[in-house]
């Protein structure tokens, strides 16, 4: 058996990533800072995830801008939502010792829709995230 080489994966994967979450944050930045959509009954959720690498580089990840606030705030909604409705997500990153904590704390999410949001962020953006850095850290 050959080894594989992930170099052409990896970027892959990356731009998948990257394109994923700049389809999301474009989402955000587009539409106007108006008020949430419809009037319909939501809740809030949080959600924490720990990555095994240094607050800058996920930091990165999700936006191009420098890291000062260690906080990202957007708009964001799940394709099956009404579609004038958004939820607000704030991600906030907490370095610890060699990780970085995200916590993800969303107001607006339509009721009933907090588990289907939630797998969404797990399976769609922190475990490839997560594959994505272990690439990173393989290959660095």
Request: with cysteine; net charge neutral.
């Amino acid at each position: 058996m050959g080894m594989i080489l992930p170099t052409k994966a990896m970027a892959t994967q990356e731009l998948t990533v990257k394109r994923k979450l700049s389809e999301t944050t474009l989402q955000i930045q587009a539409s106007s800072p108006v008020a949430l959509g419809v009037r319909i009954p939501t809740v809030a959720l949080h959600m924490t995830e720990l990555f095994d690498t240094a607050i800058e580089q996920l930091y990165r990840i999700f936006t191009v801008k420098d890291l000062t606030n260690k906080k990202i705030v957007m708009k964001w909604r799940c394709r099956n939502w009404p579609e004038e409705h958004y939820a607000i997500v704030a991600l906030n990153f907490v370095p610890t010792l060699g990780q970085t904590e995200l916590q993800l704390d969303c107001k607006g999410v339509p009721v009933c829709e907090e588990e289907n949001m939630k797998f969404c962020w797990q399976k769609q953006h922190f475990e490839e995230i997560q594959g994505l850095l272990q690439l990173i850290t393989l290959n660095g």
